[in-house]
């Protein structure tokens, strides 16, 4: 038996850890330059440890570089090299990155995928983005990273790096608290959120194009989905779709359904990736669960046997916090927890 482990794990903002684009070779940006952040070689070390505890076959960043030289100086000087990389893939300065163990013991190849199955995921698309009953081009915000795994054992499987359109409004809670202007606030998100649905019924579109050529494909889709396990205040309101609910799949096809990877083998105080204040429903550092690790059957079940088991890892991120710490950035190793699963193939 073969046991292989995915990370999964939005490392905030690590473009900003690095010098411009156009100034060259990249290198790490003085501590002073980055904001919040006093300590900027104990941060970028502090988020590698975290990475080396975890200890995975593959990890899949989000918010990463936006050059693969970035990444790479990164890998190379905190990581010892100790990682492969693929990507990026995304567009702007938030870009999508894979980091593959050398020499792990479950992995013979890494494939990336661009087009596959007469879809290509960086292509443009029709649909009605903005509610006025006329078809629109809409691209991916940010691409996602498409990797098809060979394992020791001869399984192949994809792996799919999501980092989902934001629903950060530009001084939303401002616009929000103005009654003059709420309604404002109130467009713009549910166009960011059309925007996110469109999105997840294109990746949804995308594993059901796979299940059809396979039933049994195996599949794993991580990232930041930017949106929760219920319903928000827009989606209850407003009838916008929840993303987790749409990339899972449909409850009438039960085998092209995807599973949730940890969601049920966590303690209910623990289920979440993300703190933030919440002005709409007027709750302070209310805890999200923002990332996820979703499963197509075949790895999450072998012969009627669960043959899955995740986490968010909580402990490994806690022993790097540093509250003494005088930047806001870097007192957490990031603003998103990282969560794994450990697959039995």
């Not at 029709?126 to 809409?138: A, N």
């Amino acid at each position: 038996m073969t046991l292989l482990k995915i990370a999964n794990w939005n490392v905030e903002w690590m473009n900003r850890w690095f010098t411009a684009d156009d100034a060259g070779a990249p290198r790490l940006r003085r501590s002073e330059e980055v904001a919040g952040v006093s300590d900027l070689q104990g941060l970028c070390t502090r988020v590698a440890a975290v990475i080396e505890a975890i200890d995975a076959d593959l990890v899949a960043l989000q918010e990463g570089p936006s050059r693969k030289s970035e990444m790479s100086l990164f890998v190379s000087q905190f990581l010892g090299d100790r990682y492969e990389i693929q990507g990026p893939a995304g567009r702007g300065q938030q870009k999508l990155y894979t980091l593959i163990k050398r020499g792990s013991p479950a992995i013979a190849d890494v494939f990336r995928i661009t087009e596959e199955l007469g879809f290509d995921f960086e292509a443009d698309w029709e649909v009605d983005i903005d509610h006025d009953l006329t078809l629109d081009s809409y691209g991916f915000t940010r691409p996602p990273l498409v990797l098809r795994i060979e394992t020791s054992s001869g399984r192949m499987l994809r792996l799919i790096n999501l980092h989902a359109k934001s629903k950060y409004v530009h001084q939303g809670e401002r616009l929000w608290r103005d009654p003059l202007r709420r309604d404002e606030y109130v467009r713009e998100a549910l166009q960011a959120r059309r925007r996110i649905s469109a999105e997840a019924m294109r990746v949804r579109e995308y594993l059901d194009l796979s299940f059809t050529q396979d039933e049994q494909a195996a599949i794993a889709l991580v990232g930041d989905f930017n949106d929760g396990p219920g319903f928000d205040y827009f989606e209850k309101r407003y009838l916008t779709h929840g993303l987790a609910n749409t990339l899972a799949g449909s409850p009438y096809i039960p085998p092209r359904m995807l599973r949730h990877g940890f969601v049920d083998e966590m303690p209910k105080e623990l289920n979440w990736t993300a703190i933030f204040d919440d002005f709409i429903e007027e709750v302070t550092n209310r805890k999200i669960l923002l990332d996820h690790i979703l499963l197509s059957a075949s790895l999450y079940w072998n012969q009627g046997a669960r043959a899955s088991s995740g986490l968010i890892e909580h402990d490994i991120f806690n022993a790097q916090v540093r509250d003494d710490l005088t930047g806001e950035r870097e007192k957490w190793p990031s603003d998103h927890l990282p969560q794994s699963v450990t697959l039995e193939l």
